[in-house]
């Protein structure tokens, strides 16, 4: 093999015939294999803690406790998706999400009980003022560049007062039990709507494995622009990526 001196600029050329074979100090584990403990290590905690509860506690097997535990925690699949949403890009942390459900939950029944309002109407208005603080957080974020912890958070804080003034600090009862049904129905032993997570979780990962965007807007800012993504060109300290191919 003829090969340049280190300060001659020039690349090292291997003569005719000859295969290079990597040495196995530099010979790396497939991609796979390297990413199980990430992704799988949550399942693996999992199952200890069943273990460690199945040994513990004699009545933990028994097809009520599970249903009593995927009962009570549906709506955090909800959450977490919306989480997912920016954690995906890898530089956006919302701080913002649960008060923002919270929000929204506060908002229907208190035009639907407290002033009269259709149920569907009051359904669109509180999506429309959850989609408007999502706006919001965004042009702060992007536009003003101030970072995205003191944006998420302070307008969690912001949130979680409008809610409680709106509602006069009192639990809002009295919607419809046909319109609580959509979310409340029981299928199988469990309300329907962790069944609508589970779909919600899969169309999520369908589009993070297997769509283009998203997968390179989750591998960084300057991938994501240079395959058409621009959305995804700013920082977790609120500052933007300079879109130059630099």
């Given at each position: 093999m003829d090969t340049a001196r280190p300060d001659s600029g020039d690349v090292a050329v291997a003569a005719p015939g000859t295969v290079s074979t990597p040495s196995p100090a530099k010979r790396r584990r497939p991609a796979a294999l390297t990413q199980v403990?990430?992704?799988?290590?949550?399942?693996?905690?999992?199952a200890a803690l069943i273990l460690f509860y199945s040994l513990t506690e004699s009545n933990f097997l028994h097809v009520t406790t599970f249903q009593a535990i995927l009962n009570s925690q549906e709506h955090l699949v909800f959450m977490t998706m919306a989480l997912l949403c920016t954690i995906t890009i890898g530089e956006f942390v919302d701080l913002s999400v649960p008060a923002v459900f919270?929000?929204?939950?506060?908002i229907m029944p208190v035009l639907v009980v407290n002033h009269g309002w259709n149920v569907w109407l009051g359904s669109l208005a509180a999506i429309l003022c959850a989609t408007a603080v999502g706006a919001v957080n965004a042009f702060l974020i992007v536009k003003m560049h101030v970072n995205t912890i003191v944006v998420t958070l302070g307008m969690s804080t912001l949130l979680l007062g409008i809610s409680l003034l709106i509602s006069n600090?009192?639990?809002?009862?009295?919607v419809p039990a046909s319109f609580q049904?959509?979310?409340?129905?029981n299928v199988g032993g469990l309300p329907i709507s962790f069944y609508y997570g589970?779909?919600?979780?899969l169309v999520f990962a369908y589009?993070?494995?297997y769509t283009r965007s998203a997968?390179?807007?989750g591998l960084s800012a300057r991938a994501a622009r240079s395959a058409g993504c621009p959305g995804c060109g700013w920082t977790g300290s609120g500052s933007a990526h300079s879109s130059s191919p630099a």
């Amino acid at each position: 093999m003829d090969t340049a001196r280190p300060d001659s600029g020039d690349v090292a050329v291997a003569a005719p015939g000859t295969v290079s074979t990597p040495s196995p100090a530099k010979r790396r584990r497939p991609a796979a294999l390297t990413q199980v403990p990430s992704r799988y290590s949550i399942i693996v905690v999992w199952a200890a803690l069943i273990l460690f509860y199945s040994l513990t506690e004699s009545n933990f097997l028994h097809v009520t406790t599970f249903q009593a535990i995927l009962n009570s925690q549906e709506h955090l699949v909800f959450m977490t998706m919306a989480l997912l949403c920016t954690i995906t890009i890898g530089e956006f942390v919302d701080l913002s999400v649960p008060a923002v459900f919270g929000f929204a939950g506060t908002i229907m029944p208190v035009l639907v009980v407290n002033h009269g309002w259709n149920v569907w109407l009051g359904s669109l208005a509180a999506i429309l003022c959850a989609t408007a603080v999502g706006a919001v957080n965004a042009f702060l974020i992007v536009k003003m560049h101030v970072n995205t912890i003191v944006v998420t958070l302070g307008m969690s804080t912001l949130l979680l007062g409008i809610s409680l003034l709106i509602s006069n600090d009192n639990t809002v009862s009295g919607v419809p039990a046909s319109f609580q049904s959509i979310a409340t129905r029981n299928v199988g032993g469990l309300p329907i709507s962790f069944y609508y997570g589970v779909v919600l979780v899969l169309v999520f990962a369908y589009i993070l494995a297997y769509t283009r965007s998203a997968g390179i807007c989750g591998l960084s800012a300057r991938a994501a622009r240079s395959a058409g993504c621009p959305g995804c060109g700013w920082t977790g300290s609120g500052s933007a990526h300079s879109s130059s191919p630099a």
